[in-house]
């Protein structure tokens, strides 16, 4: 004899509540990423008439990296900038980007297929330079630069009247579960919190972890509630 569970949904306080936990951790890292990217705009447009290379570029970034990582008041993975097709003088596209407890800067090996890709087609890449607006893109596994299940913040970065690219910064999955899972735990509801395809980035319904894709059969939903600062939202489930 098979025994179903009720669920009750939760009150629309305790929805409330998660989005704004889920919120009020991501406006600790874009401030500090935007502020950082506004003083690279400006470094970056004083010497645009000069010309830039890559050596110069990183010169600028490997502080706003080190600043960002240091002063984002959560565990940032890695923090850089990622110019734009021909903005510079001697590489068709470059990645300034220092990661890692040992703040190493990320170098591709010779002939490596990573040199080849156009971020451009990356999300946390393309929406800031369509939207001209900050932008959380994930989770997702990052096999370009951490090989970690990965959320990654980027805003644009502007120099010489142009977009230059756009500062990033990357949080682990891991360590987004150890901030927000407790608190949402907490709130004594089953909640899930996903991106914009349903991909599940936290979760205190025990059916579901993180990267399960939340199917339109398999999974009903009850409540959805947008969370400010993110394009992400909280589920309750039937």
């Known amino acids: 004899m098979t025994t179903t569970i009720a669920r009750t949904t939760p009150a629309d306080s305790v929805i409330d509540e998660a989005a704004d936990i889920v919120a009020a951790y991501f406006s600790r890292l874009l401030p500090v990423l935007e502020s950082h990217a506004q003083?690279?705009?400006?470094q970056l447009d004083g010497l645009a008439s000069e010309g830039l290379?890559?050596?110069r570029v990183d010169e600028l970034v490997k502080p706003h990296a080190g600043a960002i990582m240091d002063d984002a008041g959560e565990p940032v993975y890695g923090a850089g900038f990622i110019a734009t097709v021909d903005l510079l003088?001697?590489?068709p596209s470059h990645l300034a980007w220092w990661q890692g407890e040992d703040r190493r800067k990320l170098v591709f090996p010779p002939q490596?297929?990573?040199q080849?890709?156009?971020y451009r087609e990356l999300e946390w890449f393309r929406v800031p330079l369509m939207s001209g607006r900050s932008h959380i893109a994930g989770p997702y596994v990052d096999y370009l630069c951490s090989d970690e299940y990965t959320m990654t913040a980027a805003t644009p970065v502007r120099a010489g009247g142009r977009f230059a690219g756009v500062a990033g910064l990357d949080v682990v999955v891991e360590a987004i579960e150890r901030r927000l899972t407790p608190p949402l735990r907490?709130?004594?509801a089953e909640l899930v919190l996903v991106n914009g395809v349903d991909r599940v980035l936290v979760s205190t319904d025990p059916r579901y972890g993180a990267g399960d894709v939340l199917?339109?059969?398999?999974a009903v939903v009850m409540t959805r509630r947008r969370c400010d600062q993110v394009d992400l939202d909280i589920l309750a489930l039937a």
């Open 39 to 42: 003083q690279l705009s400006a």
């Open 53 to 55: 290379t890559a050596a």
């Open 89 to 91: 003088d001697d590489a």
């Open 112 to 114: 490596s297929v990573k």
């Open 116 to 118: 080849g890709i156009d």
């Open 186 to 188: 907490a709130l004594g």
């Open 215 to 218: 199917r339109p059969a398999q």
